[in-house]
């Protein structure tokens, strides 16, 4: 596989479930980003990785909880959800965080019920 | 508030009709301008990264001009065909000290072309 991937590409959970989104990149790069995207709003940054390191926060709740143990691979763990979760999330890489161009993957499409 | 307005909303065209877009994005602290090419159900794809006002990039029948001092970028697709129907993302970021801030996206311009 190359570029960006990422699974599921569909999940709907209760909102007592536990789930985790996972995303691997086959690109070398040592960056990594979660996105949001809810309806008709624009992509949101929720996290950034740099070397496996967390950069960035941004004023996530913390029923999101993402976890990086290497510079390919991303997880968001996913508990007590609620309804207005529902977004499709998507993971993106760069070569690093200073770097122009960031590779998404097509994202995970979550539904909260 | 930092804010990438994007227009029209959406776009209806027929085959062979040439189109644009418009990105407006803060003029000041400018580092970078992204347009990313998003089918439905695939990975939004860059087409391109432009950082000096005035710059103009090409990628076949698509192009797009940087007017970074007042702050706006155009996306021209000449000829449209059925498989350039997709949503156009636009981007920026801040520049921090010399580094690169996060891309702060628009809503998108959602492009239909008829056959």
């Not at chain 2, 990438?4 to 602290?29: A, R």
């Not at chain 2, 706006?72 to 156009?88: F, H, N, R």
């Not at chain 2, 993302?89 to 492009?111: V, W």
Request: proline residues 5%; positive net charge; aromatic residues 12%.
């Amino acid at each position: 596989e190359t570029g960006v991937t990422q699974t599921p590409r569909h999940l709907v959970m209760g909102m007592t479930n536990k789930k985790s989104l996972k995303c691997e990149q086959h690109l070398g790069h040592n960056a990594m980003y979660w996105y949001k995207q809810s309806a008709k709003k624009p992509l949101e940054l929720m996290f950034v990785y740099n070397f496996k390191e967390q950069t960035e926060n941004n004023s996530v709740p913390s029923r999101f909880s993402p976890e990086c143990p290497n510079s390919s691979h991303l997880f968001l763990h996913l508990h007590t959800l609620q309804p207005e979760d529902s977004a499709l999330y998507l993971c993106a890489s760069s070569q690093t965080t200073n770097r122009l161009e960031q590779y998404f993957g097509p994202g995970t499409r979550l539904t909260v019920t | 508030i930092l804010n990438v307005e994007q227009s029209p909303q959406s776009l209806h065209v027929q085959e062979g009709d040439s189109t644009n877009f418009t990105c407006s994005f803060p003029s000041s602290n400018f580092y970078a301008l992204h347009w990313y090419r998003w089918e439905t159900a695939k990975s939004p794809e860059a087409l391109f990264v432009m950082t000096l006002n005035g710059d103009e990039k090409k990628k076949g029948r698509i192009s797009a001009t940087l007017n970074t001092k007042e702050g706006y970028s155009y996306l021209y697709i000449k000829g449209s065909q059925p498989e350039d129907s997709a949503t156009y993302l636009c981007a920026f970021t801040l520049n921090y000290g010399g580094s690169q801030g996060n891309l702060i996206f628009g809503k998108g311009t959602k492009l239909s072309v008829k056959p």
